[in-house]
């Protein structure tokens, strides 16, 4: 019960129509000194769903020693053929400034296109990188700012709670952060401080916000304690 969720990759499926007409393979939470699930796992899995993208929500490690085994992970992903995006979680930014530097040039070496808090364009639709919230990283009006509010923005970011610091309207974000908990107990948000959202209940799935729809990821990994319960390890499919 406590050690299977982790190894057991669940792969949700998820429908919403923004008009961008693509679809989006999200991987929350790599935390690569604890990941159970192989990057080999996730590359068939790319072969066989065809994603127009792979979305990144942030927390690859913090640990700098395991740099070197996130640049064969994430080498593994990009062999696939499928543009990345990513954005950086509050993890990633506990690394030292020369260790998340060289987590920077290993990510860019293997062709992962790294928002922080700007727009991509590409063409009718629009992604928007948000960085990390938690960390106070994250400016939503600078990410917003050249973005073409005619277009379907589809946001990227890690911690869910800066939903409720976007004035824009969007059409579709995703995060991660909470890992649904990781220990999926009754009430346990209530006790930890993790922000308005978990209090209220809102830690993984989809919800529609004020300016936008929303979806939270449960992670693919782990922090703290190596172990899920009553919730197994996620990837999402987004047809979007």
């Known amino acids: 019960m406590f050690i299977l969720p982790t190894q057991w990759l669940k792969v949700e499926r998820v429908h919403y129509k923004t008009g961008a007409g693509i679809k989006v393979l999200q991987i929350s939470d ?43 992970y994430i080498k593994e992903l990009a062999s696939a053929g499928v ?14 400034p020369d260790a998340l530097k060289q987590l920077t040039k290993i990510l860019e070496g293997a062709g992962v296109r790294l928002l922080h808090n700007e727009v991509l364009d590409q063409g009718h639709y629009q992604f928007i990188g948000i960085d990390d919230w938690t960390s106070k990283k994250s400016d939503p009006e600078h990410a917003f700012a050249k973005a073409d509010s005619s277009k379907p923005s589809i946001v990227l970011t890690h911690d869910p709670n800066v939903v409720l610091h976007i004035k824009d309207s969007f059409a579709y ?18 006790y930890l401080k993790k922000g308005a959202l978990p209090a209220a209940g809102i830690y993984k799935g989809m919800h529609r916000m004020e300016n936008g729809m929303i979806y939270i990821s449960k992670g693919i990994s782990q922090t703290g304690t190596n172990a899920r319960f009553l919730i197994r390890s996620e990837v999402t499919i987004h047809q979007l």
């Open 30 to 72: 790599i935390h690569i000194e604890h990941i159970r699930i192989p990057a080999s796992r996730l590359t068939r899995l790319i072969k066989t769903e065809r994603p127009s993208y792979i979305v990144i929500t942030g927390d690859f490690t913090e640990l700098a020693p395991y740099l070197h085994k996130m640049q064969r």
């Open 83 to 96: 543009p990345i995006l990513a954005v950086y979680g509050n993890h990633d930014h506990h690394l030292p």
């Open 173 to 190: 974000l995703m995060a991660g952060h909470f890992h649904g908990m990781q220990f999926h107990l009754p009430f346990l948000f209530k």
